[in-house]
């Protein structure tokens, strides 16, 4: 009986301190607090898609999660201009949503998976590709 109740004190404690080392940071809206390294994150992603798309762009964020050395963001894309967003007719795009999972890397977020207006969910499974990160940030 004595070790089922250490068993269990045992597994509470492991599990509280794995949760309290990663506390969930939701950036969806931009504060004080969160303002530098949510700005940041978004203009790696930014920089990317100008990247591919040779357009300028900003966000309305939808979900934004930060757990450990992982973040999630989902949102849409809007040319900085105001202007609509021009996409090849060659490849079939579904405008405007873009997801990125970000990742920590030694003390810098680099972008680990993106995808911007594409017509599958690329992002299926992404939770299984990196076992590290909290599943909560997907939510």
């Not at 934004?64 to 809007?78: E, V």
């Not at 201009?81 to 873009?98: A, N, R």
Request: proline content about 2%; some cysteine.
């Amino acid at each position: 009986m004595k070790r089922i109740f250490y068993s269990i004190g045992m597994i509470l404690f492991l599990t509280l301190g794995v949760f309290a080392d990663t506390p969930m940071l939701d950036y969806k809206t931009k504060t004080k607090s969160n303002e530098k390294e949510r700005t940041y994150l978004l203009d790696l992603l930014r920089a990317n898609l100008s990247n591919e798309f040779k357009q300028e762009f900003v966000f309305v964020v939808e979900h934004f999660k930060i757990s450990g050395d992982y973040a999630w963001f989902r949102g849409t894309a809007k040319r900085k201009d105001g202007k609509e967003i021009s996409l090849s007719e060659d490849i079939p795009y579904d405008c405007c949503h873009v997801e990125a999972l970000f990742k920590r890397v030694n003390g810098k977020w680099q972008i680990s998976e993106s995808g911007a207006f594409s017509t599958d969910v690329w992002w299926d499974g992404i939770q299984s590709r990196y076992p590290k990160a909290n599943k909560e940030i997907f939510q």
